[in-house]
């Protein structure tokens, strides 16, 4: 295809003979059109097509470099050679300098090296614009992309930053350039901050690529620490020879915070953001190995709060879960920064005192913790009271290994709790045995529903004005085979934590079903059996459909039967709870709330629930004395409340005639205790049902 040549000139004869020359090319065609102005010569340019530009630089409308800039300024990616005489080629020098690609001199037109020539300058400049489009193209990518790139020379002298590699940097590409790479990437260590091997530096001394990640942490003009992952690689000409080196880098702090969210909610409870088991049983054998390198104690602090599920069963999860924050803030206050508390699951937790000398400072501890949660905590409205119970194994007596310093001071716990709660124990090896024990109690009570081994016992309910007996309370007896009787006090808290209490209660409210039943062919007064409802047993879910299918298989007389919940027990789901007893309530099922006034129920729910019976705790009646002081106080109230509510009151654990004498003088309507008769079988309770009274 002919390129096409303007030639701008006010001379016919220099025109003629640069057509000619230009016309006769071997290297053509071209296609030549002329002007005489640098006017016309502008406005035949920004009609498009001209591949080349031959100004002379003496024009009627312009003159020297004025008239080349003029053109140029319209024309700047078409090749211009400017037309002179020999003693104006300075001029034209300066020309080339402002952008002309060359000159050609009057008296040389002709010379068949002007076609080939200017046919190489229009190629040339072709080529420069596919380069200039290429190098546009690949700055658009390169500043597209999210990854930062930063090139440098054999000097490692910065020659190219992208703008991720300015906003990571904190460096402008005109800042950064010419700047030592030392300079722009000062990447360190993130464990330990000392400075890394810069990977562009290694590059260029060793022609091999390097990566770098996970530790690499880039210091930015800032000062601000940036973690990285990058990869650097040297830059070859086309003969093969090193020339530079490029790396690609990007921020990964999104990824770096992300790992660190994922291994702290792998290792902390969710709850509390304590450490959890997994994070404890590390920490502890570390400090197991110091232990055996130094002259120090490590000692762990298993602790259970006493009476939690008391709260959460009245007044919720809500509630219970902020206590449990609040408890963790109080234990982390007690202990030092080297310590470790941690949540154990559910109410329980586990601290590590990791660099004790004397391993009895851990009672030092255990005291401060003990007193740190007896102070009441204020939730909203609620004030709650909570104590704990604590049980302490120590390195190396008590185990040379995490779990046994564990199980040990979970055993020294439960010691604890069968102290009276709110305590500490140290582990002594002797408690093992009671743990084999509790685990023995515990198989043999899975099998005692299936070999026939529970029996009730009554105790008598007394009206406390006549003197006759009103009604009993079934009370659960364990017959071993070998052990003899097994009083609740061993098995009833087993059975409730192994779920085994649920069956159990069933046995329980058929056996008193049965007996009610024996008891009115036999002819005797009709009277009320309680029957005691575990927390387990009350929330589950076919309760009530499981009670009525005994009451129609041993055709009791709902009437005749009264269940017993604890207020702790009715509280856990106020509506649920209101339902079902009113559905028991609507069968002539009398109910009672047993142990009244240990719970933390508010006393404006008790009309929102169909009691008939109040049973004061027997904790309020062994503590009448003979002066009825505030202890009577609080007896004597609550008899007033159950007579406001119009609900009957039985007073628990009469053993002396004090408390009789209080109860009958303050008018409680009844009252059973070992003043009256110790828990018989039903034998012998048929025979004081047949007398009517107590002897």
């Not at 402008?172 to 901050?193: F, K, Q, Y």
């Not at 054998?285 to 009476?307: E, G, H, M, N, V």
């Not at 084999?436 to 004005?465: I, T």
Request: proline fraction near 4%; hydrophobic fraction near 45%.
């Amino acid at each position: 295809m002919a390129k096409r040549v303007l030639i701008i000139s006010p001379s016919a004869d220099d025109i003629r003979i640069l057509e000619h020359a230009l016309g006769n090319a071997h290297d053509g065609p071209f296609d030549v059109e002329s002007v005489c102005a640098l006017a016309d010569g502008v406005d035949r340019v920004r009609q498009g097509g001209i591949d080349a530009i031959l100004v002379d630089l003496a024009l009627p409308d312009a003159h020297g470099l004025d008239c080349f800039d003029r053109l140029y300024g319209v024309a700047p990616h078409t090749p211009i050679l400017t037309l002179c005489e020999l003693e104006n080629e300075e001029e034209a020098k300066e020309a080339v300098r402002r952008g002309a690609q060359g000159w050609l001199s009057k008296g040389y037109f002709d010379n068949y090296l002007v076609p080939q020539s200017l046919l190489n300058i229009i190629e040339r400049m072709k080529v420069e614009q596919g380069l200039y489009v290429a190098q546009a193209r690949a700055e658009i990518t390169l500043n597209s992309i999210g990854d930062a790139v930063i090139s440098a020379d054999m000097c490692g002298g910065v020659d190219y930053l992208n703008v991720a590699a300015e906003k990571i940097t904190g460096w402008t590409r005109e800042e950064a350039c010419g700047h030592p790479v030392t300079d722009i990437l000062n990447i360190i260590d993130s464990a330990t901050g000392h400075p890394i091997t810069n990977p562009v530096e290694y590059v260029l001394h060793s022609d091999r690529p390097l990566g770098l990640a996970g530790e690499a942490v880039l210091v930015d003009r800032s000062g601000k620490r940036v973690p990285i992952e990058d990869s650097a690689a040297p830059i070859h000409d086309w003969d093969g020879r090193l020339v530079g080196a490029v790396m690609v880098f990007r921020d990964i702090s999104d990824h770096v915070a992300l790992a660190l969210k994922m291994r702290h909610q792998a290792q902390h409870d969710f709850l509390t953001g304590l450490p959890n088991r997994m994070l404890l049983n590390d920490r502890i054998t570390q400090a197991i190995a110091l232990a055996r390198r130094s002259d120090c104690y490590p000692a762990l602090l298993f602790l259970d709060l006493d009476k939690f599920k008391h709260i959460n069963d009245s007044l919720g999860h809500a509630v219970g879960d902020r206590l449990l924050q609040a408890v963790s803030k109080r234990l982390v206050d007690c202990v030092r920064a080297s310590d470790t508390v941690s949540r154990h699951g559910g109410d329980e937790f586990v601290i590590l005192l990791a660099d004790e000398r004397q391993a009895q400072n851990a009672a030092l501890t255990a005291e401060k913790i003990l007193l740190a949660l007896s102070v009441p905590f204020v939730l909203d409205e609620h004030e709650l009271h909570t104590s704990t119970s604590i049980g302490i194994s120590v390195f190396p007596d008590d185990g040379t290994e995490p779990a046994a310093l564990i199980k040990n001071a979970d055993t020294a716990m439960y010691y604890a709790k069968e102290r009276g709660r709110a305590n500490y124990q140290f582990f002594r090896h002797d408690m093992n045995t009671r743990a084999v024990e509790r685990q023995l109690v515990e198989s043999n009570l899975r099998r005692a529903l299936e070999r026939s081994e529970f029996r009730l016992n009554y105790q008598p309910k007394v009206d406390l004005a006549t003197g006759r007996i009103t009604g009993v309370e079934a009370l659960l007896r364990w017959e071993h085979p070998e052990w003899g009787l097994v009083l609740p006090d061993r098995f009833i808290s087993i059975a409730e934590e192994c779920g085994l209490i649920v069956p159990i209660g069933r046995w329980v409210l058929r056996e008193a079903s049965e007996q009610a039943v024996r008891w009115r062919r036999a002819g005797l007064p009709a009277i009320s059996i309680a029957v005691n409802v575990s927390a387990l047993e009350f929330r589950h879910r076919e309760f009530f459909d499981q009670a009525i299918a005994i009451f129609d298989a041993t055709g009791v007389d709902p009437t005749c039967l009264q269940l017993e919940l604890t207020e702790s027990v009715l509280m856990r789901d106020v509506a649920a709870s209101a339902d079902l007893l009113a559905k028991f309530k609507a069968m002539g099922v009398q109910i009672a709330v047993d142990d009244f006034g240990t719970g933390y129920s508010s006393l404006s729910y008790l009309n929102q629930f169909p009691i008939d019976v109040l049973k004061i705790d027997q904790s309020f009646v062994r503590a009448i004395d003979a002066g009825a002081g505030s202890n009577g106080a609080i007896v004597s109230a609550v008899i007033g409340m159950g007579k406001n509510l119009h609900h009957r009151v039985v007073a628990e654990g009469v053993e002396a005639q004090a408390q009789l004498a209080f109860l009958k003088a303050h008018d409680c309507n009844e009252a059973q205790g070992y003043w009256f008769s110790r828990p018989v079988n039903a034998a012998a309770m048929g025979a004081l049902l047949g007398a009517g009274v107590c002897s």
